[in-house]
């Protein structure tokens, strides 16, 4: 029991610290290599097309684009 409260406290005490360390510096958490954005990467896998998720979220932007435009032609200045 008592090892399973120092583990719980040792935790506890990091989770604060990093909290205090977000406060403080006001940067978002960010990995240390950048993902695979850094190396030029645009997708993880080499499928040649989408998966059907990606499809759906590609043709809600596309609506949602066509709208805006609609919308910025049809407004009154």
């Not at 399973?4 to 940067?27: E, S």
């Not at 979220?57 to 049809?74: F, G, I, P, S």
């Amino acid at each position: 029991m008592s090892t399973f409260l120092l583990a719980f406290v040792f935790f506890l005490v990091v989770m604060i610290a990093m909290a205090i360390g977000y406060i403080v510096q006001r940067k978002s958490i960010a990995g240390s290599c950048g993902g695979l954005g850094a190396l030029g990467i645009d997708k993880a896998c080499d499928c040649p097309e989408p998966c059907d998720r990606k499809k759906a979220r590609m043709e809600k932007e596309q609506a949602r684009a066509k709208k805006l435009e609609q919308w910025q032609r049809d407004q009154i200045i």
